[in-house]
């Protein structure tokens, strides 16, 4: 099951000739702005006119009609989730179902690469330690582990390193997430590194990888379906965990029950599900999906569509600093001198966030917002503001964060790569004063 939304598709293709189609909409071919014809149909099907229509790029899908929601049923799982793919099962979150400040097990997106383990027994789950920079091989059980190092709770931003792809043209093939894989839940485990210094890692140690115990989509038992990986630095770090828990309860069996790795800030496909194995490396991991086109970009920017040589691809590390409007949902109607109540959270990867503002009129104005601290190193951050519309009529409110470095959110879709990752271009919602 793959999802296509029609008038989405149509934009992909040709955005002005989109335009066109779909509402008669001219636009300056210099400025790509403006409507010279059309303004009135855009906005009979929006339901009240642009105000800030002059502004307004040329062959921009209005965010109003960029969604459709697609029921998905799983226990311990919100039926809104969108299911992208059922085989494996992928299914994503609408932003407004993101707005809590730490994400409850049931609105976290699903990313499986092959089938997750039927039967799961914690008694006798056992992970096993091992690779050429462990000097003897060790297993613990999950007792063990829980017992035998100091237990630590953190909240951890994980999203999936194509988050977005779904806006890449020409397009990557792959789920077409569009916002929101991502989630940042409160995960309960040890850290990775009590338990690497437990084994007593050799000086030459240079990536952890990880095995799970899902199977691939083949049914090949000789095949895995996902081995990736970290390098010893990020593996080290205080806030990278092996987790037995959620939000205070058990992982959820979509979500790795009973063991993950817990690893913020970095692709989502580091965070190992259903571990069973830790496999410290003298060398960079080259399990599956470590490879090839696999989690990594260009290390220089090509053109879109461009052909890649192998050698010239760059394992993705940390994210890029992002941004997700939580509420109001998309398309909200009210009284528009009313104050307008903006949230949602911001994150960047290994960095902090240092500022998110918010614009009603496409980029042309920024307001500043409230931004809180993260609740811990490598959590999303809440921004909050107050905007009052100008008039009644048809906004968008986009939101662009800026991180500790001073790097901030493209307005546009960032640097074109084959698979199509770390597309971190502005969230933008439609607001209707009436
Ligand atoms: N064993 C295993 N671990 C895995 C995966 C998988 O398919 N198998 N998917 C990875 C990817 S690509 C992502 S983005 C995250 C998603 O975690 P979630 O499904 O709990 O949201 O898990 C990662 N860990
Ligand atoms: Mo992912």
Redesign the pocket.
Known sequence: MKRRVGLHALYREDPLAADRAAFGRESDPLSRRGFVRGLAAMGAVLGAPIVFHSAMPAGLIPAALADTPEPFAFPGKDPRLVVLNDR?LNAETPPHLLDDPVTPAER???????IPPAQVDPEQWTLSLRGESVPKPKSYTLAELKRRFENVSLQLL????GNGRSEFLPPASGNQWTLG?V?CPSFDGVRLRDVLEDCGITDGAVYVG?E???RHLSGDEGKQ??SRGVPMHKALEPESLIAFGMNGGPLHP???HPL??AIGGW?????????TGLLVRDRVHDGEKMGGDSYRVPCEPVAPGETVAPEDMCIIESMPVKSLVTHPATGLRQPWDHPLAIRGHAWAGDRAVSRVDLSLDFGQTWTATELAAPANRLAWQRFSATLSLPSPGYFEVWARATDSAGVAQPMVIPGWNPKGYLNNATHRIAVYGV
């Open positions: 494996p976290m997106f699903v990313r499986n690469n092959g994980i999203e999936c390193g894989a989630a990880f799970g115990a899902d379906p996902i979509l979500h790795g993950r790795l692709p989502g496909s580091v965070s190992g599900k259903w571990l």
